[in-house]
DNA sequence: CCTCCGTTTTTCATTGTGCGAAACAGTGTT
DNA sequence: AACACTGTTTCGCACAATGAAAAACGGAGG
């Protein structure tokens, strides 16, 4: 049964398209959401009167301190990344290299946690930022250990070229999935940055269930030889200890 | 005229409840908002659908990684956020003390930007938390450039008492705002956080409206001598930057 | 300064959506 | 096994939310 009301899931829809158009009117949203004027006009009305939306002097919406204050709440409430911080911490004092924490958010993965390395190599991932299923490390290991119907849709869906090793046929993708189960880790290179790797391994909870992942990201020459070695065990002695820190028993739920 | 969409308005004081209570179930939420059941439970059952709320396996609701991600995207898109962050950095690798920028939401101030002393001192404001206007360095300086209704409603509501040293008395309070708005800084002592002193002044936006305060909050006997007086300087001329940087051209509004 | 055009705000009658109340189905407690 | 408690489901009614269209506003251009 569908108990959804319609108002306020056009609403969320509102604050979502805001997130991607911030600084546009009553119009575009509208447009952009395919409500009407005047459902788009009273949403954001009952939006800005808690703070949730800002108006600008030029009637321009854009997300208001609201929505970031209750956004910090919701990291603070999230027990998965609680228990993680000082795991990724951990790694990340000992390689000094871009250590993230990575979920899967409906057909996109969301980077929760990040370490960034001092050199500020650019990376895809970005704090708070949303991303492919099909590309890079992390996203893969959530991908490989997603439901069967995520899994199909992505692969029967655009798989999107990021570089020139981005991997965008369907079967060899699908074979790499069930590669990545059963190592229980994953080596991606260069398929979502050019010139960077990803270790990465699945954390799982009390259920059992892949949750997260981690991921291990650094220039192709660093992720290399006894240093590759090293940090693969590295990854995967926290995502095991992580695993357990959050009630896991060693009984994997494995998906297709 | 009113365009409030009262199920929209209600949704969202579900997911500020939610913020106070996390772990709470239907029941509970119901009672605190004031809300019915059946509508407690379309409402959560509705912003679970697009993850905004997560239900844990023991039915009690958390926020969702959606919320979570729409406050990054939030705290991207805002232009005073995103101005101020080089300009706290300076004062931060200057002094290596805590700096914060503060921002008034409604009642409660919120402390939107942090850089925290690596002693990790504690103090009373955490990245994303609110606090009162009335106690605290930043909180004051806001409050006295706050609409009168806004300082006329602290004034006369209750003055909770954080230290030994919080002034609770309105008409001493009074005096000091009158204090600060002519000083354009104040100095805060040990009113929030014991044993802490914080250096505050507001910052303007084209309107000529303060839209926020930056403050240095350190031990007391950090802030004193000549320290004081350079870190004073060092916050005046910061907030003069990043007032001209976001378009004030010196002329402020004053209230009260 | 005035006019025009696009956008936002307001109004109002109609209808379908969200609602309350109460029954039902789980869960775990005594 | 019975209970007490919370969460889920149903249903008809009332009024909140809606669409359409008019009014007000504001900015651009002459």
């Known amino acids: 049964m569908d108990y ?6 056009r609403a969320l829809r509102m604050l979502q398209a805001l997130s991607e158009l911030p600084g546009s009117g009553v119009t575009e949203l509208a447009e952009r959401t395919g409500c009407t004027k005047s459902q788009t006009f009273r949403i954001l009305y009952t939006l800005e009167a808690q703070g949730y939306v800002t108006k600008d002097a030029d009637r321009s919406y854009r997300l208001g301190f609201q929505t970031m204050l209750l956004g910090d709440q919701a990291r603070r409430q999230s027990p998965l990344i609680a228990a993680a911080e000082p795991h990724i911490n951990d790694i990340y004092e000992r390689i000094r290299q871009n250590v993230l924490l990575i979920v899967r958010h409906g057909m996109r993965t969301a980077c929760v946690l990040l370490r960034a ?3 500020r190599d650019q990376i895809y991932a970005e704090f708070g930022r949303t991303g492919p299923l099909h590309a890079g490390g992390g996203p893969k290991v959530m991908l490989a250990n997603a ?3 995520i899994q199909e849709a992505v692969l029967t869906g655009e798989l999107t070229r990021y570089t020139r090793k981005t991997i965008c046929d369907p079967d060899t ?3 790499l999935l069930e590669k990545i189960r059963t190592d229980g880790w994953h080596l991606s290179e260069a398929d979502l940055d050019d010139d960077k790797r990803s270790v990465a391994a699945p954390v799982r909870d009390a259920s059992g269930e892949v949750v997260a992942a981690i991921s291990v990201t650094a220039p192709e020459d660093y992720l290399q030889g006894a240093r590759l070695d090293e940090t693969r065990d590295l990854v995967l002695q926290t995502v095991e200890r992580l695993s357990v820190a959050l009630g896991y028993r060693g009984t994997p739920v494995v998906h297709a």
Chains 1, 2 share one sequence.
């Open 147 to 149: 439901p069967c119907e």
């Open 173 to 175: 993708l699908r074979a």
């Open 4 to 9: 959804t009301i319609s108002s306020v899931d």
């Open 117 to 119: 390395s001092p050199d």
